[in-house]
């Protein structure tokens, strides 16, 4: 069987524009599964924006749901 592709290392909130790391892919949590957002934010966010959001961003976002 082959090796899945290599996922990138780095990406690009397209919220704010910053470069994070991404652990989406990885054997650990990422980081972003600390932060708790309501079903209706989360649903929003996944309409307006494609891919991940920066932990800032997403740390900013629950504190001002």
Same mark, same amino acid.
């Given at each position: ?10 990406? +690009? ?12 892919? %990885?054997?650990?949590? #990422?980081? /972003?599964? +600390? ?12 309409? %307006?924006?494609?891919? #991940?959001? /920066? ?11």
């Amino acid at each position: 069987m082959p090796d899945p592709a290599p996922q990138p290392l780095d990406a +690009t909130c397209p919220r704010c524009g910053a470069v994070f790391h991404c652990g989406m892919h %990885e054997d650990r949590p #990422c980081a /972003c599964t +600390t932060v708790t957002l309501g079903a209706e934010r989360l649903a929003a966010l996944q309409r %307006e924006f494609d891919g #991940c959001l /920066c932990i800032a961003c997403l740390r900013a976002l629950a504190k001002s749901s």
